[in-house]
């Protein structure tokens, strides 16, 4: 059965850090590109970070830009997600996103979609 799981996801205070992990089965992740997507409460989903397929570079938006990182472990099948000097805007639930081949991580483009991971940024 192919699926990505999100883990990581959890209740933190303004400031402090959490990582998300993208763990994928049936299918090796490192063909995909990767995006970290974020739906806030009454907004669309919208993606703030991704990186390309086999060695792609990593982007990110400027919200997120110098706090969070994104990484892969092929070994393990996995992306990560590092979340630094978290904020309370950064509250919402967290989705990864598969893109077979691809470069960048278009919302309508991906191929597969995790069931996502809460994340709580309040003090």
């Known amino acids: 059965q192919l699926q990505l799981v999100e883990s990581g996801g959890g209740l933190v205070q303004p400031g402090g850090s959490l990582r998300l992990s993208c763990a994928a089965s049936g299918f090796t992740l490192d063909y995909y590109a990767i995006g970290w997507f974020r739906q806030a409460p009454g907004k669309e989903r919208e993606v703030f970070s991704c990186?390309?397929?086999?060695?792609?570079?990593?982007n990110y938006a400027d919200s997120v830009k110098g706090r969070f990182t994104i990484s892969r472990d092929n070994a393990k099948n996995t992306v990560y997600l590092q979340m630094n000097n978290l904020k309370p805007e950064d509250t919402g639930v967290y989705y990864c996103?598969?893109?077979?081949?691809?470069?960048?991580?278009?919302?309508?483009?991906?191929?597969?979609w995790g069931k996502g991971t809460l994340v709580t940024v309040s003090s």
């Open positions: 996103a598969a893109n077979y081949l691809g470069l960048s991580c278009p919302r309508g483009g991906m191929n597969y």
């Open positions: 990186i390309g397929s086999i060695g792609g570079s990593t």
